[in-house]
T-cell receptor, first 113, second 112 residues
Framework: DAGVIQSPRHEVTEMGQEVTLRCKPI?????LFWYRQTMMRGLELLIY????????DSGMPEDRFSAKMPNASFSTLKIQPSEPRDSAVYFC???????????FGDGTRLSIL | GQQVMQIPQYQHVQEGEDFTTYCNSS?????IQWYKQRPGGHPVFLIQ?????EVKKQKRLTFQFGEAKKNSSLHITATQTTDVGTYFC????????????FGQGTELSVKP
């Protein structure tokens, strides 16, 4: 069975550029989560969706970040404009329910120069 | 907001020694999950605890949920080099619909 698929695996770009991260959740999973992981702040929940609807975006750092889920099999996390402090590993995860085990993708390692 | 305290932050052991990491909360938890992340990898679900005082075992790993549902522990007996990685607890918070909040993790290194 295919797991959660994220792309790209690595992204290096200059500050000010727009960055788009992509995620395909496991088929049948109703919940999709976006996390950011850094050494300083650990694993932070940015936003999560239930049945394609954003439920809690309280973890989104600021207006430069936006996330969408146009259908059950695809989600994007966009940063515009990007800044060096956005450098991190971004994980997407999906689950059958809010309190069910989460399945993580391999992550996108983002470097903003 | 909800604080998830996980200790220790790092643990270095000799292969064969035991290892324990602890997770504490000031509020009652709806559930707790444990994940393992290998270096360069992604978090992988290990187990979920729901009941007060629950104890679950997976081979050399023992997971425990406190009686008051405010703390949990993961114990590894006779560590092996394959146990290397960061262990995270993730706490489900009642007043937020059970949304998971991850602890900072305990990084385990095992010297052969």
């Amino acid at each position: 069975d295919a797991g959660v698929i994220q792309s790209p695996r690595h992204e290096v770009t200059e500050m000010g550029q727009e960055v788009t991260l992509r995620c395909k959740p496991i088929s049948g999973h109703d919940y999709l989560f976006w996390y950011r992981q850094t050494m300083m702040r650990g694993l932070e929940l940015l936003i999560y969706f239930n049945n394609n609807v954003p439920i809690d975006d309280s973890g989104m750092p600021e207006d430069r970040f936006s996330a969408k889920m146009p259908n059950a099999s695809f989600s994007t996390l966009k940063i515009q404009p990007s800044e060096p402090r956005d450098s991190a590993v971004y994980f997407c995860a999906s689950s059958l329910g809010l309190v069910q085990p989460q399945h993580f993708g391999d992550g996108t390692r983002l470097s903003i120069l | 907001g909800q604080q998830v305290m996980q200790i220790p932050q790092y643990q270095h052991v000799q292969e064969g020694e035991d290892f324990t990491t602890y997770c504490n909360s000031s509020t009652t938890l709806s559930n707790i999950q444990w994940y393992k992340q290998r270096p360069g990898g992604h978090p992988v679900f290990l187990i979920q605890l729901v009941k007060s005082g629950e104890v679950k075992k997976q081979k050399r790993l023992t997971f425990q949920f406190g009686e008051a549902k405010k703390n949990s522990s993961l114990h590894i007996t006779a560590t092996q080099t394959t146990d290397v990685g960061t262990y995270f607890c993730a706490q489900g918070v009642y007043n937020q619909g059970g949304k998971l909040i991850f602890g900072q993790g305990t990084e385990l290194s095992v010297k052969p």
